[in-house]
């Protein structure tokens, strides 16, 4: 579905009109799954400050994004599925945006915020690929798809390697914070796509103390396929990450920006590992349910309800025309978008809304969510209301279903 700029600046524009542009934050995590969080239901992890955002802003229960880290960071730059960008692997190339796409921060930067983004980028690394000719003023982290040291790691700023100091995750918040302090008279849009959980498994030793002897009691849908301290590192890691959002939140309210800036959290793919999913089938790297859902926490105090739960299905595509709406921004480009303005969900304003189907694709692997159903890459239709965990196929009871959704995928 297409927005034009005039519904993307008119319609629910008004959120902005009355004030200052808002600040957008968004944050990302890397390779975390919807089952590593505390308001997910995990027992075992630390994520007060992540949890909180869930708390105090709207919650979307039902957010898909893809089965590995380039598509959805591609599909977040533009709306857009990310085939067509051409983004179709992690490596050799196959992870860079197409020069004729547009990106959110494209949409930014034309509207007169400053643009910056810290972390792990993977949509291209030489010019004209590079983050800064992408629509970010300033770039601070690492283009490629993995980072071999976590601790003292040497980082790019703004084209050019440096060595640093310290924890990767906490080196970055750094340079996130130093932007929002340089622009707090605004507008800003700071992107912080945290280097975690990814690997390499390498936690700070205070966090990894937390949890080094921890008994793993919340398991893997497919538990003899969990390592344990693997998944005590991821946790620990998260632990660490969940810290450096409160820095963020912390540093936002110190300035007093925090009533006028719309902070996003979100994961980039399922979980690296096989660890707790709330019972669902797959991990990153599969199109199954496990493998794409993510939580996305929306928060924008007085403007979008706290403590709201959003249950219609939504993805990474979603963000851009969502975004470019609550800040009244107009978008750059013309390409027709796939994703949709949320708003009126997150407002609860909406009377009623259009069924649709969302779709993902890794390795020509093809999967349909639809609000009720998902098609696998085999064919297998699943009733995800009443059985998430995909276990039984229902293709003999819901036929025609089956076949629209065969017929959507081919």
């Not at 959290?265 to 707790?276: E, I, K, L, Q, V």
């Not at 921004?329 to 949320?342: A, E, H, I, Q």
């Not at 259009?354 to 159903?373: C, L, M, N, P, Y």
Request: with cysteine; proline share 6%; net charge negative.
């Amino acid at each position: 579905m297409g927005w034009s700029i005039l519904t993307l600046s008119g319609i629910f524009g008004s959120l902005a009109a009355s004030a200052a542009p808002p600040n957008v934050v968004i944050l990302l995590a890397d390779d975390a799954g919807w089952g590593d969080y505390g308001h997910s239901g995990n027992q075992q992890t630390v994520t007060p400050n992540i949890d909180s955002l869930a708390e105090a802003g709207v919650s979307l229960d039902r957010f898909y994004v893809c089965p590995v880290c380039s598509p959805t960071r591609a599909e977040f730059l533009t709306g857009r599925y990310h085939p067509r960008g051409g983004v179709r692997g992690v490596s050799t190339g196959q992870e860079r945006l197409n020069l004729d796409e547009k990106t959110i921060a494209d949409a930014f930067k034309a509207a007169g915020y400053a643009t910056g983004a810290f972390g792990k980028w993977h949509n291209g690394s030489q010019w004209p690929y590079h983050p800064m000719a992408r629509g970010f003023d300033e770039y601070f982290g690492y283009t490629s798809g993995h980072w071999g040291e976590y601790f003292d790691p040497p980082l790019e700023e703004n084209g050019r390697m440096i060595k640093t100091k310290g924890y990767i995750v906490d080196i970055l918040t750094d340079r996130a914070i130093s932007f929002i302090e340089k622009h707090k008279d605004g507008p800003f849009f700071c992107y912080l796509p945290f280097t975690t959980p990814h690997s390499p498994w390498s936690a700070p030793p205070e966090n990894w103390a937390h949890f080094r002897d921890k008994a793993i009691t919340q398991t893997a849908t497919e538990p003899d396929k969990e390592v344990a301290d693997e998944t005590r590192c991821a946790l620990a890691m998260l632990e660490n990450q969940d810290w450096n959002v409160g820095r963020v939140l912390a540093k936002l309210e110190e300035l007093h920006l925090q009533e006028n800036t719309i902070v996003v959290y979100f994961s980039d793919n399922g979980p690296n590992t096989f660890r707790w999913t709330g019972g669902m089938r797959g991990k990153k790297g599969t199109t199954d349910e496990g493998g794409v859902r993510s939580v996305c926490y929306l928060r924008w105090p007085g403007k979008l309800p706290a403590g709201r739960t959003v249950s219609e299905i939504a993805g990474a595509i979603d963000l851009l025309p969502t975004l470019a709406s609550l800040a009244g921004v107009s978008r750059v480009g013309d390409k027709p978008l796939d994703g949709r303005n949320l708003t009126p969900l997150l407002t609860a304003e909406a009377s009623s809304w259009e069924d649709r189907t969302i779709f993902s694709t890794w390795a020509g692997k093809v999967s349909a969510r639809t609000q009720t159903h998902r098609l696998d890459y085999e064919g297998r239709l699943y009733d995800m209301v009443a059985d998430p965990g995909q276990k039984t196929p229902v293709n003999e009871k819901e036929p025609e279903l089956a076949a629209q959704l065969t017929d959507a995928v081919a």
